[in-house]
């Protein structure tokens, strides 16, 4: 526990991308009308979950009024609500849903973390922000020795991974699985309004990515 609290510490604190630091800083100042009485935390996200976890869930970054505003990833929006609500109805979660970080949610076999720490403008961080924050995931990889199986959501989840790993990438596509000799990586589309809304992905085709992971995960 005390590896991973102090890294959790390092990135509170990392001010690594400029562009970033001072975006994360200015959404929190500058609040949304919905959100206007509430205290954004608006500083770089730790990953949380069970660090004895086998199975590790990337995301692509915290977003601006969801993780940046409670403090916690996939916190806060539909994306964390689609994936607490899965999370749980398979096992992974106390409750099924992730509404803030005092909420009581509790993970189980699984760590959830993302390729970004700080939530970028347009959802889109740049390669150099992407590989900045890279040694922060590399820690983790060490601290979170027992992971088996790694669940990607989206493409740059995917891409990171198999950086984590030394994999080659191949073909991304939703509900795939690619085995290798220490790793096994499932991909999914990412829980994201521009796909559960427009039925790129939908709940069934989320749910049954799950199942797999628990079979995967033991």
Known sequence: MNSITTLNKKIK???????????IRDVAKNKVRRFRDEKYYGRPLSGFGDINAKLLIIGLAPAAHGGNR?????????????LARAMHRHGFASIPTSQSRDDGLILKNTYITAAVRCAPPQNK????????????????????????????????????????FEVKPEKFGHNKLFKYEKIQILTSYHPSKQNTQTGRLTWHQWSLVFAKAKRLAK
């Not at 403090?71 to 609500?81: K, L, N, P, Y």
């Open 13 to 23: 604190n990392c001010k690594k991308c400029p562009r970033l630091s001072v975006y």
């Open 70 to 82: 409670t403090g916690r990833m996939f916190t806060g929006d539909s994306s964390g609500e689609w």
């Open 125 to 164: 961080p740049t390669k150099d922000e992407i590989d900045t924050c890279f040694q922060y995931l590399e820690k983790e990889k060490e601290i979170l020795s027992k992971v088996t199986t790694v669940l990607c959501l989206g493409k740059i989840g995917y891409n990171t991974a198999c950086k984590l």
